[in-house]
């Protein structure tokens, strides 16, 4: 376990954990979402789906292809207006004294836009869609750094490379534009630059998704450590159940657009109630 | 001594959906209770809901009917109506649990696996990995296995890995699915000597124990499942 180690020079996630859970902060959610829908068409999206997403949780969401779990990640991320319902954000809104629970579709669009930069991140399944091309793995880290308002370079150059070996990247890499980068390393160098900001909130959909098992792994090892060290909030779209297990806390299950069944993700996978979720839990070989 | 867990008229019965829509009584009225410093064993047939009845209590398994109460910090808490979360914190600081299958996760070592547990509760590294060694060294783990993940281990192994994982805080309350079920006898004699040292601190433990001679070592009193009614079907 050294990899990360220099991403923690702050206390463990756990002990913060602690913190926050003596301090009360615990028992505040980071994200309420009530009644949100999304209906491109009748069962095509996402209707009613509400739940509370608490510091340091990861929610889980699967289900069949086209039930919209993508569509419903891109709505509680700020990036698609929904029909209905709303996605309440606590966090520190520009010019805020103190934090509060912000409307996600009341705020200025502009706001939106610097909480996906800065506060939260989204790491989509082809690493290309969240990386520049054109820039350097370096740069690619340093830009949200920028978007912060960071602007001393010594110091931006600094935590790519520190973040470039954290994701277990070979430093020497930094200034190698993605595209020569194999698929494990740029989606593990889109992971490195969503964090370096430290956001309290991850988006992401399939990020195994794209790549070989033993890569796969490698990946979910990292992933898994950085939830826990870094007291990450996450909600991650998978069709992958071992990956589910893995990972997260709570599990969604989705089916033509609703929430069919949710609950404690070992819970969900071992004593499915629904229908459909016993047939997903029965369709894999072993878990 | 003080009761830590009581379940109140458990019932559950599975519904397979995709076959039929069968229903399988399981469970049906289970009631007990459990004290510090006390064990109490399942027993019953293969079959008769004792690893249900288990995994109910550790918030693994949801019921149909009944409560099941933990003592929590000085509070009553309903694990069959619990949130998620309430569950996930109840297993951090209260309830531990050794099955007979280690899940083990890629690339990591039997001894992060061990420490975990207590690192998650903001334990410190240092004492959490002098606990981990001395908790494998005394289920006979060989150290050179230790920096290794568990994927390669023999199903020995893996299961006294569990075990050190199971023991390596001293939780309130412990659920124990054959912890000894591939063991020899001098590992299985380990694995009593370490529920023995549980009970005496006051740990209040409920466990399935096929090998009869464990059994009488460890328990104080038996829970039968096979008198429940489960033979009637629909
Ligand atoms: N922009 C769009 N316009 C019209 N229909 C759309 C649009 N985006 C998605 N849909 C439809 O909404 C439904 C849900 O799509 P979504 O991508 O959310 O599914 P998904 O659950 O992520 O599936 P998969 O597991 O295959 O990725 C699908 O029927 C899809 O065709
Ligand atoms: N997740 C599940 N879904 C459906 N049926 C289940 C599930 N878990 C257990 N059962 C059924 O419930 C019954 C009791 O099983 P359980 O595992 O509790 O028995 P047991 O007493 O522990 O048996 P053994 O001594 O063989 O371990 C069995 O008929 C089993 O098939
Ligand atoms: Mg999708
Ligand atoms: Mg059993």
Known sequence: MTAINSVISRPSAAQMKVQAEIHGQADRPLLVVDALSKLYAPGKGFSEVSFALYSGEVLGIVGESGSGKSTLLQALSGRLKPDAGSVLYRGYAQGDQGDQMNDLYGMPESERRRLLRTEWGVVHQHPMDGLRPRVSAGGNIGERLM????????????????????VEIDQGRVDDLPTTFSGGMQQRLQIARNLVTHPQLIFMDEPTGGLDVSVQARLLDLLRRLVNELNLSVIIVTHDLAVARLLADRLMVMKQSRVVESGLTDQVLDDPQHPYTQLLVSSVLQN | METMLRASEVSKRFVLHNQGGVELPVLKQASFSVNQGECLVLNGRSGSGKSTLLRALYGNYLVDSGRIEVKTQGYWLDIASATPRAILQLRRNTIGWVSQFLRVIPR???LDVVMQPLLDVGGDAKHAKHKAQQLLERLNVPSHLWALAPATFSGGEQQRVNIARGFILDYPVLLLDEPTASLDSTNASAVVELIDQAKQRGAAVVGIFHDSQVREQVADRL???????TTVQG
């Not at chain 1, 978007?147 to 954290?166: M, P, V």
């Open chain 1, 147 to 166: 978007a912060k308002g960071l602007s001393h370079y010594g110091n931006i150059r600094e935590q790519a490379l520190r973040w470039l070996s954290d």
């Open chain 2, 108 to 110: 990591v070592s039997a």
């Open chain 2, 223 to 229: 829970y039968d499942l096979s008198t429940q009614d």
